[in-house]
């Protein structure tokens, strides 16, 4: 818990170490209440840190010291000091042996970071400060150590697992016994990791391109053992990928994947052992979601590629985190967009970085991709380093081409290779490699804010040009510098009035990437009869706001023609929204609502097109979530938010019955369950029509949704149609389903999950109501992330109506939550916070609740750092 007040980290202050540690052997007895320590450190004066040697600081928190040497000789207690924040050691030698015992309580642990329990299985989490929760240590990325790992446990736990090669195994005299694991890579210490546990295995092996076999093993607990298979195949393609794409080769002979249940991220790359969040790593067809597998498709890939993007070359401090997070969320996305579908894939990851890290990035905890400081490490595992980083990497490999990237990566790993770099040293390999200047380029990495790009045209009959101004500016936040203007890629198309692109330029064009590097900047293009429409941004060429005045009209024949399918969906996004706009309006001045017929034929056409992707269809009838819309508004206006897109809903639904069903009547053929890219696509727009369908409440379509319950032989059509019901059907069928469902998969964890997320985003009436019921019900634990994430984080951030009730009561019910869940798992608290932090963009009445909320936690006292920071930043 937090000190007096807590201290705010500068990057600008950052030193080099002042010790390096050469060797790092650790010995564990493991024991639920008293896990023994042992650790033995080679410890060497930094020759770059400067003169004289000053006290050793260790980071060390909830540990118990029970002894420290040196040389082998116990130091007496006048040479050190314990502090609130680990040990301070006087030092009169260059290099030595540090030798330090110490206690600590696994059990007791439910903050998840350092070593704790999960269901009787002993794991470890140490990124980004979780290693000092175990030992006394320099617990920053930048001291970088060869592990040896002893672990000695009861014989219940027959698993025993550290980071890289078992040097040894063998029986104690006491009946218990032990392993000894060699990590021949140097490492900083929130890479490693300890599994101990009465674990089943999937086992495999990949060749790499040089002909190395390599041991891939997956661990579970036994009853989870057929849920591998998908993780292990994704595994093997990220393996190959990465060889392919970026010359990648994995490096050590064995590479273990453990699945635990309690874990606070989705998973963590440790060295040779990732250890996942069960969620993010079993899978079967009868009990798991389209989504779910390709979530775990992603992050399978995501923390394989971390064994260069942040192993081999790891961040010299936590300022760089988008260093290794940015560039890795970049490769996965281009992992999985090689894999699948590649517009759906961008899609998607543009829908979640427009609702949720714009919205972050306009709001109190705003901040660029490289912090400029911080006061909780853990709070800046955010949307805008991860996904607003790789698309400022995305922006890299869109101005340099494919092969110019490639030259550039390939530096940066040469360069760095087993050393911790910043995010200046990969902007340099990507200019040293290529021979470019990036240097306004930079400013990407030390300002926040999304970029609003104006843009306008004009087109001269006589000349047939045709020019487009850009503008760009960025809203800055009080407390931040006035921005300088960005270095921004804008790709482009522009159609003729059959919707054809145009030649744009000699070298015959159709698509071109204009640099937009002034605040104010003229791109003309000639040899036009007609005014042509610009396609701006497309596949959304940089993470910015782009305003151009489309009519509905232009919109709807971009919608047709666009040949950039990202832009064909961007269309009917903008189309939707002035049309959502429009609806807010309508309701406020208490106008009749009513829905334009063009947009309804434009969806109708869009539904009824067999020549387009299933999945695109299924995005593009996806009207924009709640949350996006508010995202765009200045000033957000729940209610009226919730009434228009209901009555859009409602209304699309209904003018589009007969297409909906003739589409899922096609589409509802019963093929054996396969993830595959096309399959998938198909399942999306079948059960997109069956929430519309529901959307109608009428019998008939009802009766369909029952049935698909009732039949369903897939996870994903079986919560399509429970998510439909919840939300549509009338009260005694929807408690019974909802019973059914239980029944059926209570002993499922997964399931369990999506079962409980289900009812919390219920948009229904009497949802909180039944949520306080859910937090008592034998199922939820509130030490589990997972459970935590769906039940109240569902609430909170994915069930906009009834979480933004006139009265309060949602922000209230949260802010106890907070507190409560404070004493127990900080991190987790943190983020269940967020969504109440967002009070200025709200109009008074709801405004004012969050704010008398948020106040709540504030004196509720004893506040953690993680949620201290959150708070005290939302509320000044
Ligand atoms: N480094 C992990 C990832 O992105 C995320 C993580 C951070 C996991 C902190 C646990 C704790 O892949
Ligand atoms: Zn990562």
Known sequence: MQDAQPKTIYLKDYQVPDYLVDSTDLHFELEPKATLVKSQLKIRRNPKAGQGLPPLLLDGIDLELLSIAIDGSILPEVSYQETLQGLSILVDKPEFILEIHNRINPEDNTSLEGLYLSNGMYCTQCEAEGFRKITFYPDRPDVMSKFTTTIVAPKDHPVLLSNGNQIDFGDCEDGRHFATWEDPFAKPSYLFALVAGDLENVEDTFTTSSGREVKLQIFTEAKNIGKCEHA???????????????????????????????????????????????????????????????????????????????????????????????????????????????????????????????????????????????????????????????????????????EKFRKGSDLYFERHDGSAATCEDFILSMEDANQVNLTQFRHWYSQAGTPILEVTDSFDQATGRYSLK???????????????????????????VDGNNSILNNEGDIEEVLEVTQPEQLFEF?????????????????????????????????????????????????????????????????????????????????????????????EILRLPSEQSVAEMNDLIDAEAIVVARDFALKTLATALAPELLQRYTALDHQKPYSPNAKD????????????????????????????????????????????????????????????EFYQRWKDDTQVVELWLGLQSSSARNGTLANIKNLIKHPSFEIKNPNKVRAVLGGFAN???????????????????????????????????????????????????KMREALQGILDSGGLSKDVFEVVSKSIN
């Open 232 to 402: 292990m195949r994704s595994l093997k393609k990220a393996m190959s990928w990465d060889e392919e794409v970026y010359g990648r080769e994995y490096d050590l002979d064995i590479f273990m994947i453990v699945a635990v249940d309690h874990f606070n991220m989705g998973a963590m790359e440790n060295k040779g052992l990732n250890i996942f969040n069960s969620a993010c790593v079993l899978a079967s067809p009868e009990t798991a979601t389209d989504s779910a597998f390709q979530r775990i498709e992603s992050i399978v890939g995501h923390e394989y590629f971390h064994n260069w993007s942040g192993n081999r070359v790891t961040c010299r401090d936590w300022f760089q985190l988008s260093l290794k997070e940015g560039f890795t969320v970049f490769r996965d996305a281009e992992f999985s967009a090689d894999m699948n579908s590649r517009a759906v894939k961008r899609i998607e990851d543009v829908s979640l970085l427009r609702t949720n890290q714009f919205a972050e990035d306009a709001g109190p905890m705003s901040h660029p991709i490289r912090p400029d400081s911080y006061i909780e490490i853990s709070n800046f595992y955010t949307l805008t380093v991860y996904e607003k980083g790789a698309e400022v990497v995305r922006m890299l490999h869109t101005l340099l081409g494919k």
């Open 470 to 496: 850009v503008s760009q500016s960025c809203p800055t936040r009080a407390n931040q510098d006035k921005s300088l203007p960005l270095h921004i890629p804008i790709k482009i198309g522009l159609l003729d």
């Open 526 to 618: 000639s040899g036009f009869r007609e005014k042509p429409l610009p396609s701006l941004l497309r596949d959304f060429s940089a993470p910015v706001k782009v305003r151009y005045p489309y009519t509905g009209k232009q919109l709807i024949f971009l919608m047709r023609n666009d040949s950039d399918t990202f832009n064909r969906w961007d269309a009917s996004q903008r189309l939707a929204f002035m049309a959502l706009t429009q609806l807010q309006q309508d309701y406020r001045s208490g106008e009749a609502l009513q829905l334009q017929p063009e947009l309804i034929e434009a969806y109708r056409d869009v539904l009824k097109d067999s020549t387009l992707d299933p999945a695109l269809v299924a």
């Open 680 to 739: 998938i696509a198909e399942r999306s727009l079948k059960n997109t029509c069956l929430s519309y369908l529901a959307a109608t409440e009428k019998d008939d379509a009802l009766n369909i949704v029952q049935k698909q319950f009732e039949t369903a032989g897939n996870m994903t059509d079986s919560a399509a149609a429970l998510s439909a019901l919840i939300n549509y059907g009338s009260a005694p069928k929807v408690d019974s389903a909802i019973q």
């Open 798 to 848: 994915r069930n906009f109506k009834q979480f933004h009730k006139e009265d309060g009561s949602g922000f209230f019910f949260i802010a106890e939550q907070v507190v409560m869940l404070d004493k127990i798992n900080p991190q987790i608290a943190a983020r269940l916070v967020v969504p109440i932090t967002r009070w200025q963009k709200y109009s008074d009445d709801l405004s004012g």
